[in-house]
Nanobody, 116 residues
Framework: QVHVVESGGGLVQPGGSLRLSCTAS????????VAWYRQAPGKQREFVAT???????NYADSVKGRFSLSRSNSKNTVYLQMNNLEPEDTAVYYC??????????WGQGTQVTVSS
């Protein structure tokens, strides 16, 4: 089975930065899209950003201009750089490898907490 693992979460002050990583145990990683979602306490899971195999990126309005994506196909890894973090960004962040129609693989999530 395909395993997806996130890392890089933690506690930061408002205005700080974090870089999250998503790594997959999939040797055809380069042909798939990767998406990030987040879920805050008491809220539904929401879309954050996605990067396609060709490098095209899409971001939720709430994070545009602050978050950015990149991918290293040789490392089977996608990075989510988060700058100017706000308390509203506090959530568990999940990585999703999109392998096909109605077929995707989720990581376990990594906690991001933004607080002074």
């Amino acid at each position: 089975q395909v395993h997806v693992v996130e890392s890089g979460g933690g506690l930061v002050q408002p205005g700080g930065s974090l870089r999250l990583s998503c790594t997959a145990s999939e040797n055809t990683f380069s042909i798939y899209a990767v998406a990030w979602y987040r879920q805050a306490p008491g809220k539904q899971r929401e879309f954050v950003a996605t990067i396609l195999s060709g490098g095209t990126e899409n971001y939720a309005d709430s994070v545009k201009g602050r978050f950015s994506l990149s991918r290293s196909n040789s490392k089977n890894t996608v990075y989510l750089q988060m700058n100017n973090l706000e308390p509203e960004d506090t959530a568990v962040y999940y990585c999703n490898l999109v392998a096909g129609l109605e077929l995707s693989y989720w990581g376990q999530g990594t906690q991001v907490t933004v607080s002074s």
